[in-house]
């Protein structure tokens, strides 16, 4: 295949302008991949990422897997001699990555427009406002019936269903992935991939393992409460909202509350962190943020305090402000799944443990072991 | 009648400025804060791309240097003020006292083989030591000897001695067997002032501290050196009488690596180029390859810069008759073997894009180079990396932003030799113009067609 060279392309300005400004000083030493911790066992080279991308070769950008092997500790950084910022350059090709796994555009608008983001965060809290307004139960002011608000039914149905939806654009999203980064299943017996989809997946999605060999731990730490914190309150309010939206009186004692409280001091402490961290911009991961980060952690920030004062105004019996918090949380809560879960930063959640498999498919179709033996 | 010019710095462009000017007759003050004339040049073993050894043509140039009756060689000196300008310069210098009379010393040695005091050697980049009264080098020029105070018991006695003494002069071994009696303890440091047309700056440069980047483990590590320690490990006249072994078990290394710019073309610590170390590591290449035939060498670099004329050809050869390896790639970091001292190189082999660890017995640092400090005293202006700053880097090469003062050699920016050298001349017309005093008449107008214009 001819490989087209446009130096400056509209795609390389396109990763300049998701935060890769560093590329065009990079001069190509290797000490990015030489320092990554991950190259020890991936046999990976960043310096040809950033080369392709200098380059403009897009389609070689498109089928590396390498920007997710990056899970920035920013140590290529701090290491590069020309301070082109190699961790941000590969932030900015996961940005730019997200933005082409995703078959709608709308991650594209999200990312490259500013204020698009914005926009669709405003749109879509409008229509949850509306939704849930034109479908809200009676309003009892006697006692807290939150339940009688929302309608469990309805909420229950809504919650399912947003649920599938989003779960088969982010597979979809997923198999574009494969797609562009593995292509096909020719060549690896089927068994094989399952086996290894098994050992792999589920592994990284509930440890985030590879976060672990980053020199900075706290930033595995903070990922894991934020990945916890989120996994309860899903368990929570989607296969068990039946459990959790009902009229009854909230009981410190109850499981339920327990969990609900873990999740909750879980997100507000690990948001907490990353809010402080992008302020401070001290550590080298949070020295650039995107809007897109911005919008993920406010987000994620706002949901959990509007859900920790739906719970804390229900125990304490107060009616009004409990159904008022609770129709803010559904404003929130709504952009924040919609856009983030399969358009935006959400997503790497479900993208990094793939790309390890994905990875993996690729050593199996050419044949090698990981690289660690060498 | 012609003025004197000042020359500070006594390395080849010093040099070669000061046997210029000479030759147009005019008189010249060659400074030098070291006890001898040859500079950096003379700490080279042999000179890329034709691989001439370094003394063999600095050496001559140096001797000559002393036959000019109009050079005045103000050695162990320093400049401590310039004032004036173009044509009429009042300097101050300070000049150190060498404890020696150099006017009765004849340069035999006897002295420093009797000294009792070791001191590391500067001049070989302490891989050795030399005595407290010492000569710099063997082809120093001027040969004589002079006393390090610092070090010197009599001089400078560490305090348990001194009680011990009660009063009494220590040691004054070198006063006693000197037979040209030429031992004068009692010199003190003198102020000169002199009055001069021009100035030439060939101040010349430092090598940037490898401790600075702690990856590389430089003076931790005892197998790595800087590229000017390796010239000293190559030459015959070095510590190790041009036999390469490792600091660390005096065995012969079997292989060697080379890193590029460590120190420079890094925002981190200098982002400029010291132009020479390419082709210096590829000298360095073929002479470890000349001293142990069966070495392997390698060079770690980011880009070959062989740009002057016979280099690129030089590197061709190193590559294909000498075997010299080239890897490109930044090595990140050197761990040392704790056992054998031998050094694990890490970098990415970016002709395979994969990260790499390689087991190497000796590594050499190709370190920058910074500028001397020269401000003050000179009312000169820097560049933003510390070189003297030039008139007009392109039309006016040797020209400082002060009238009268010239600058060649590597304290303008980093370059090699030959142009050092070819600076040094031109700074030397330039002088020689204002201590001349030279006016030509100019023709004020040109008409091509014979009428008036």
Request: include cysteine; hydrophobic fraction near 45%; charge should be positive.
């Amino acid at each position: 295949m001819a490989l087209i060279v446009i130096p400056r392309s509209r795609f390389s300005d396109e990763i300049i302008k998701l935060g890769g400004t560093g590329l065009i000083k990079c001069y190509q030493c290797g000490s990015c991949t030489a320092t990554c911790p991950m190259s020890e066992e991936y046999n990976i080279s960043f310096r040809k990422t950033i080369k392709y991308i200098q380059l403009g070769l897009q389609d070689e950008v498109l089928t590396d897997l390498t920007p997710w092997l990056c899970y920035y500790c920013g140590e290529c950084s701090e290491s590069c001699p020309r301070q082109a910022d190699p961790g941000e350059v590969m932030m900015a090709t996961r940005r730019y990555l997200i933005t082409k796994y995703d078959f709608t555009g709308l991650s594209r608008l999200m990312y490259l427009k500013r204020f698009g983001w914005l926009v669709a965060v405003f749109l879509l809290g409008g229509i949850a406002f509306l939704i849930s307004w034109l479908l809200k139960g009676p309003i009892v002011l006697e006692r807290t019936e939150l339940g009688t608000f929302a309608p469990v039914d309805i909420v229950d149905t809504a919650g399912i269903a947003v649920f599938i939806i989003l779960a088969s654009i982010l597979l979809v999203n997923i198999y574009r992935m494969f797609r562009f980064t593995v292509g096909s299943l020719k060549g690896i017996p089927l068994t094989k991939a399952f086996i290894e989809f098994v050992k792999i997946v589920p592994l990284h999605f509930l440890t985030q393992l590879r976060l672990a060999k980053c020199s900075f731990r706290r930033y595995w730490y903070i990922h894991l409460m934020i990945f916890y914190g989120y996994a309860l309150a899903f368990i929570l309010f989607v296969p068990l909202l039946r459990l959790t939206l009902s009229n009854k009186p909230f009981l410190l004692v109850d499981p339920l509350s327990i969990a609900g409280i873990l999740s909750t001091i879980l997100l507000i402490i690990g948001a907490a962190f990353m809010i402080k961290g992008r302020l401070e911009r001290k550590t080298q991961v949070w020295k650039y943020s995107h809007h897109t980060d911005w919008m993920f952690i406010t987000l994620l920030f706002l949901v959990t305090i509007t859900g920790l004062l739906t719970g804390v105004f229900r125990t304490l019996n107060y009616p009004l402000p409990t159904y008022i918090t609770f129709i803010l949380h559904i404003v929130l809560v709504t952009p924040f799944l919609v856009l983030e879960v399969p358009f935006a930063k959400w997503s790497h959640l479900a993208y990094r443990p793939f790309a390890l498999y994905f990875y993996r498919l690729n050593q199996l179709k050419e044949g090698t072991q990981l690289s660690s033996k060498r | 009648m012609s003025k004197p010019v000042l020359v500070i710095g006594g390395g080849i462009a010093g040099i070669q400025a000061a046997l210029d000017l000479a030759e147009q007759g005019v008189e010249v003050y060659l400074v030098d804060k070291n006890p001898s004339i040859g500079g950096r040049m003379a700490q080279l073993d042999k000179t890329f791309p034709t691989l001439d050894c370094a003394s063999c043509i600095l050496t001559p140039k140096m001797a000559s240097v002393l036959r000019y009756k109009n050079i005045k060689l103000l050695m162990c000196s320093e400049v401590q003020e310039v004032k004036g300008s173009a044509g009429n310069f009042t300097c101050k210098i300070l000049k150190n006292p060498t404890y020696v009379d150099w006017d009765k010393c004849t340069g035999c040695g006897t002295c420093s083989d009797k000294c009792p005091q070791k001191v590391p050697d500067e001049f070989n980049l302490n891989l050795t030591t030399r005595k407290a009264i010492y000569i710099m080098f063997p082809q120093a020029v001027p040969r004589k000897a002079v006393i390090d105070a610092m070090h010197c018991l009599r001089l400078n006695p560490p305090p348990d001695l001194k009680e011990k003494a009660k009063g009494r002069p220590l040691c004054g071994v070198c006063e006693r067997i000197c037979p040209a009696k030429a031992i004068d303890f009692t010199q003190i440091p003198k102020v000169i002032e002199l009055n001069v047309a021009a100035i030439i700056v060939t101040t010349g440069i430092e090598l940037y501290d490898p401790r600075k980047i702690p990856e590389y483990g430089y003076g931790k590590f005892q197998n790595v050196y800087t590229h000017l320690e390796f010239e000293r490990l190559v030459s015959a006249t070095g510590p190790t009488n041009g036999h390469i072994i490792r600091r660390s078990d005096n065995k012969t290394p079997k292989k060697i690596a080379w890193i590029q710019c460590v120190g420079s073309r890094d925002v981190r610590f200098n982002h400029y180029c010291s132009t020479f170390c390419c082709m210096a590591a590829t000298k360095q290449a073929i002479l470890a390859k000349e001293h142990i035939p069966d070495v392997e060498t390698t060079i770690f670099y980011m880009d070959i810069r062989a740009f002057g004329k016979g280099f690129h050809e030089f590197y061709k050869r190193a590559m294909d008759e000498f075997g010299v390896k080239y890897v490109r790639g930044k090595v990140v970091k050197i761990n040392e073997d704790p056992k054998t001292k031998n050094l694990i190189l890490t970098y990415e082999d970016t002709s395979v894009s994969y990260v790499k660890k390689d087991v190497f017995d000796m590594v050499v640092l190709s370190v920058a180079i910074r500028p001397n400090r020269v401000v003050p005293p000179l009312p000169l202006e820097l560049d933003d990396d510390g070189f003297i700053k030039l008139k007009d880097p392109f039309l006016d090469p040797v020209s400082t932003t002060v009238d009268g003062i010239f600058v060649a050699g590597v304290a303008a920016g980093a370059k090699d030799i030959p142009d050092s050298v070819s600076e040094a001349s031109a700074a030397a017309m330039r002088a020689a113009l204002i201590a001349k005093g030279i006016e030509v008449p100019l023709m004020t107008a040109i008409s091509f067609r014979g009428g008036k214009p």
